[in-house]
């Protein structure tokens, strides 16, 4: 039997129309879309199918509605074709907000508590830093170590927080902090010979120490809410190593608002597991593209419309 991986899409994947085909097609996706309407008491549903995505791209509602996405693709597998999680996969794993979505997917958060913790993360990462404060920069063709060095010498250069927030994988690395350190980040790296450097529409910095408020805030949610042990083991961001003990999980999710996203260990830990095959289950085809970038004796696959679904049962063995 292959052994698989399934990942879950975090913030940036998010677009209007997405679970449109999927509600028109399954019962069971309106039904998640419609919990999840519940559980925020918002039509958060109808601002994913039809926007505006200025709405739809706020941190409080990208949030919640990638996880609703995410976790109706799964309900779909299960319902149409007897997926089993816990028989056809053997990790979990989940982009920033992803990680969410895979201990939601994997039964260890219920669906409502599930977004309403989202949403709570997204109003905190807003709050927590002032906008116009702090930025994000991806540096193409830079690898973990060369951009801690960038990192740390635009942080003594400005007296400002630089710190690297994702590790992509395939040469590209994300920074955060204040505005004016990732800023020298950027002479720094093409000082360096790194040219290629796009500012993030991000509304915070994300994943740096600014995010320690919002840690706080996270801190306090999750003590309240229950959590199971997950069906599978989920690869964690900030150890990019399998976790199923709950309050072990409980704290990497706090550390993960302020913690290096480890995607390409995460990636490289799951082969080194022997996984085969990662299958991206929700918006967007983001993490999918990352993997062939880190290894490309991987197979992937996404999916998020009835016909990937209708392929993806079709071959699973």
């Known amino acids: 039997m292959t052994k698989r991986a399934l990942v879950f899409p975090g913030?940036?994947?998010?677009?209007?129309?997405?679970?449109?085909?999927?509600?028109?097609?399954?019962?069971?996706?309106?039904?998640?879309?419609?919990?999840?309407?519940?559980?925020?008491?918002?039509?958060?549903?109808k601002l994913m199918a039809e926007g505006p995505i200025e709405t739809l791209t706020l941190t409080e509602n990208a949030q919640p509605a990638l996880l609703a996405m995410s976790v109706a693709v799964l309900r779909v597998l299960e319902k149409e074709g007897g997926f089993d999680l816990s028989a056809k996969a053997a990790f979990v794993a989940g982009h920033s907000l992803g990680e969410y979505s895979a201990l939601a997917a994997a039964g260890a958060f219920a669906l409502p508590d599930a977004v309403r913790l989202v949403r709570q993360r997204g109003r905190a990462m807003q709050a927590a830093v002032p906008v116009g404060t702090g930025a994000m920069v991806a540096l193409l063709g830079v690898d973990l170590e060369i951009g801690q060095t960038i990192a740390r010498e635009a942080s003594e250069a400005s007296g400002e927080i630089c710190t690297v927030a994702n590790d992509n994988g395939g040469g590209q690395l994300v920074l955060s902090g204040h505005k004016g350190a990732v800023e020298k980040a950027v002479a720094i790296a093409a000082e360096k010979g790194f040219k290629k450097a796009i500012m993030l529409p991000v509304s915070a910095p994300f994943h740096s120490p600014l995010m320690a408020p919002a840690a706080d805030?996270?801190?306090?949610?999750?003590?309240?809410?229950?959590?199971?042990?997950?069906?599978?083991?989920?690869?964690?961001?900030?150890?990019?190593?399998?976790?199923?003990?709950?309050?072990?999980?409980?704290?990497?999710?706090?550390?993960?608002?302020?913690?290096?996203?480890?995607?390409?260990e995460t990636v490289l830990?799951?082969?080194?597991?022997?996984?085969?095959?990662?299958?991206e289950l929700g918006a967007g085809k983001v993490l999918a593209g990352l993997v062939r970038r880190i290894d490309k004796e991987i197979a992937t696959r996404s999916i998020s419309a009835p016909a990937d679904i209708e392929a993806f049962l079709a071959a699973l063995q």
Do not use: C, H
């Open 217 to 264: 805030v996270m801190a306090q949610a999750l003590g309240s809410i229950a959590l199971a042990v997950p069906a599978v083991p989920l690869v964690a961001n900030v150890t990019a190593s399998a976790v199923r003990e709950t309050g072990t999980i409980r704290t990497l999710l706090v550390s993960q608002v302020t913690g290096l996203v480890r995607w390409r």
């Open 269 to 279: 830990y799951l082969k080194e597991q022997g996984v085969s095959e990662i299958v």
């Open 11 to 45: 913030q940036g994947s998010q677009a209007v129309g997405m679970g449109v085909d999927l509600a028109a097609a399954f019962p069971v996706a309106r039904e998640v879309f419609q919990e999840t309407d519940d559980a925020l008491e918002q039509g958060l549903s």
